[in-house]
Nanobody
Framework: QVQLVESGGGLVQAGGSLRLSCAAS????????FYWYRQAPGKQRELVAS??????TNYADSVKGRFTISRDNAKNTYLQMNSLKPEDTAVYYC???????????????WGQGTQVTVSS
């Protein structure tokens, strides 16, 4: 059974930094793309950053230059968040498009989320 587990959230002052981690576990053949999304209270979930297995990364305009997504050769992805602003406050979710076996199509899996709160 595939699981994605986020960690690293917390409370930080504006201008501070946090590093989120996401560990994928279970029987996974390959991970194509990792995503970080966030959802603030009363708002829709939005895509923050993505990282493909080919090395491409993309960011929402609101976080460009401040956030960095990375991944390792195992099943982990990270989101380094610098110069945090109160508007970055949200629940951050990790997602991955992955393949369990070569016989199955790629599917998207989600983590449970981790709270990030930035105080002014």
């Amino acid at each position: 059974q595939v699981q994605l587990v986020e960690s690293g959230g917390g409370l930080v002052q504006a201008g501070g930094s946090l590093r989120l981690s996401c560990a994928a576990s279970g029987s996974i053949f390959s991970i194509n793309t990792f995503y970080w999304y966030r959802q603030a209270p009363g708002k829709q979930r939005e895509l923050v950053a993505s990282s493909t297995s080919g090395g491409s990364t993309n960011y929402a305009d609101s976080v460009k230059g401040r956030f960095t997504i990375s991944r390792d050769n195992a099943k982990n992805t990270y989101l380094q968040m610098n110069s945090l602003k109160p508007e970055d406050t949200a629940v951050y979710y990790c997602a991955a498009v992955l393949q369990i076996t070569t016989a199955q199509a790629y599917s998207r899996y989600w983590g449970q989320g981790t709270q990030v709160t930035v105080s002014s």
